[in-house]
């Protein structure tokens, strides 16, 4: 397994619209979800998509588990989502804390839908659909922005929503 060199805002890559992955029990690509797993683990991360790590592909890990930058965060076991789509949303949307490992420093209040239904393609290359709520749905819709090119700065309602890491500590 290799850590990857995450990529920050400002870096092309994380602008750009990934490809779908046709085979996905392809040596590279089992190499990157192992890379990706390793990454967002030592980062501290609750996911990772794989344009964050310059491989733009419709691929991303959840890995929600408590850590230090998300002491609430429930335990899930790293899952691969491979061409992952949204099928329905529910609508009522709310607003919480995020921070991505592209975007060291920073917190945002966004909004997201609560409960989203979706599909994705496991590593076994089984096609699968599921209904999310809550932290791991928000995780969910953060990484699948990354893959259409957007960051969660782009989904703030107002920039002051937007705090530094140092002030969300004290103050959240
Ligand atoms: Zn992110």
């Known amino acids: 397994m290799t850590i990857l060199d995450i990529a920050e805002l400002g870096n092309p890559i994380l602008r750009c ?3 779908s992955i046709e085979k996905v ?12 797993i390793a990454t967002v683990e030592l980062n501290n991360g609750v996911g990772i998509a794989a344009p964050q790590v310059s491989a733009s592909y419709r691929l991303f890990i959840v890995a929600s588990r408590p850590s230090i930058r998300y002491p609430q965060a429930p335990k899930m076991n ?19 804390w995020e921070g991505c490992l592209s975007i060291p420093g920073l917190r945002g209040l966004v909004p997201r839908d609560r409960a989203i239904e979706v599909e ?9 659909r599921k209904i999310f709520t809550d932290f791991i749905a928000r995780i969910f819709q953060h990484e699948l922005d990354h893959l259409d090119g957007i960051v969660f700065l782009d989904r703030l309602e107002s920039n002051q ?3 530094t890491e140092a002030e969300y500590q004290k103050r959240i």
Request: charged share 25%; proline share 7%.
């Open 161 to 163: 929503d937007l705090f």
């Open 120 to 128: 994705y393609t496991t590593i076994t290359g089984d096609r699968v």
């Open 17 to 19: 619209q990934a490809q």
């Open 25 to 36: 029990r392809e040596p590279k690509i089992l190499q990157l979800i192992d890379d990706l």
């Open 78 to 96: 790293p899952t691969a989502m491979i061409n992952p789509t949204i099928i329905s949303r529910s609508n009522e949307i709310v607003k919480d």
